[in-house]
């Protein structure tokens, strides 16, 4: 999970900060961004968004965005820059015993597909 902003103004939002004391973060995990940035002891304005979060600096929504990312390749695409690591997050397959043993074919077949995105 990372902090972004638009390539470019990350000196504009860090002087928007100093002199209004806030900026606008949008997120579809306010409760990270909540957390983070009280223990930064920053004061922000989280604007919870669905969808496609990296469009919100590109249209004046927020100043920076915070989401997960993988590649970079997102932010790339629509200009954005990554400004701060918040967290590393990873992804994890779980299956009852029971289960795993009924199921074993179709559940490796699961694990391949997932492997084959990686």
Request: hydrophobic share 40%; glycine share 6%.
């Amino acid at each position: 999970i990372i902090v972004a902003t638009l390539k470019g103004c990350e000196q504009l939002v860090k002087k928007k900060y100093e002199h209004f004391g806030s900026i606008k973060i949008a997120t579809k995990y306010p409760n990270i961004a909540k957390k983070y940035f009280d223990s930064k002891g920053m004061q922000v304005e989280i604007i919870k968004l669905y969808g496609s979060i990296e469009l919100a600096p590109v249209l004046g929504v927020s100043d920076e965005i915070l989401d997960i990312t993988a590649t970079g390749k997102t932010l790339k695409e629509n200009n954005l820059v990554e400004m701060e690591n918040v967290m590393v997050s990873t992804t994890r397959f779980i299956s009852n015993i029971v289960s795993y043993r009924y199921k074993f074919e179709m559940i490796n077949e699961i694990i391949k597909r997932i492997r084959g995105t990686l």
